[in-house]
T-cell receptor, first 118, second 113 residues
Framework: GAVVSQHPSWVICKSGTSVKIECRSL??????MFWYRQFPKQSLMLMAT?????????EQGVEKDKFLINHASLTLSTLTVTSAHPEDSSFYIC??????????????FGEGSRLTVL | QKEVEQNSGPLSVPEGAIASLNCTYS??????FFWYRQYSGKSPELIMS????GDKEDGRFTAQLNKASQYVSLLIRDSQPSDSATYLC?????????????FGKGTKLSVKP
């Protein structure tokens, strides 16, 4: 399968600071990337859909001004958690798909980034 | 609200046995179904995908789909301790963002040596 890489794997920050998480597709061009969030013992919840060269589409209840998404190239999407608070502590996972895989819905997941806000 | 339901478990089976994982979904028009395995602290990895009614086999894994009953299952034959993980059922969401998946909360499987 295709390879999606996330960085950093772990990040600890102070409340009020901003954190950037990168998601890269290593061996394919990802026209669409998805950002998920997973709280402990909960399922993955889609936060936003990121399309290369256009604005991200946010799911209901996700603050677009707090979770900034940039998909400037076909291999890189970034998620910036602005003014992070302890309740933002979670496991953030990106996934990517190329256009020809969308019919199957086959997503390739990054390794995930665990954010802890103190 | 589209939902994917799974028994949270834990499901405990002895090594070598068959593990049966079940999932129901609420959106009748769903067409694409997936099983992911997630080890603790790791991101999900795709195990099986299934799109048509019936069975689909891949090695020790068999996915079963019954669209009329809105039911999808995963059988793991000859279970190994390394199969111990949380198994997530996912359904492609046609009404939402293009290509995104709706995940169940997962069933935790424990295979005892």
């Amino acid at each position: 399968g295709a390879v999606v890489s996330q960085h950093p794997s772990w990040v600890i920050c102070k409340s009020g600071t901003s954190v950037k998480i990168e998601c890269r597709s290593l061996d394919f061009q990802a026209t669409t990337m998805f950002w998920y969030r997973q709280f402990p013992k909960q399922s993955l919840m889609l936060m936003a859909t990121s399309n290369e060269g256009s604005k991200a589409t946010y799911e209901q209840g996700v603050e677009k001004d707090k979770f900034l998404i940039n998909h400037a190239s076909l291999t890189l999407s970034t998620l910036t958690v602005t003014s992070a608070h302890p309740e933002d502590s979670s496991f953030y996972i990106c996934s990517a798909t190329t256009g020809d895989r969308e019919e199957t819905g086959e997503l390739f997941f990054g390794e995930g980034s665990r954010l802890t806000v103190l | 609200q589209k939902e994917v339901e799974q028994n949270s478990g834990p499901l405990s089976v002895p090594e070598g046995a068959i593990a049966s994982l079940n999932c129901t979904y609420s959106d009748r028009v769903s067409q694409s179904f997936f099983w992911y395995r997630q080890y603790s602290g790791k991101s999900p990895e795709l195990i099986m995908s299934i799109y048509s009614n019936g069975d689909k086999e891949d090695g020790r894994f068999t996915a079963q789909l019954n669209k009329a009953s809105q039911y999808v299952s995963l059988l793991i034959r000859d279970s190994q301790p390394s199969d111990s993980a949380t198994y997530l059922c996912a359904v492609r969401n046609y009404g939402g963002s293009q290509g995104n998946l709706i995940f169940g909360k997962g069933t935790k499987l424990s295979v005892k040596p």
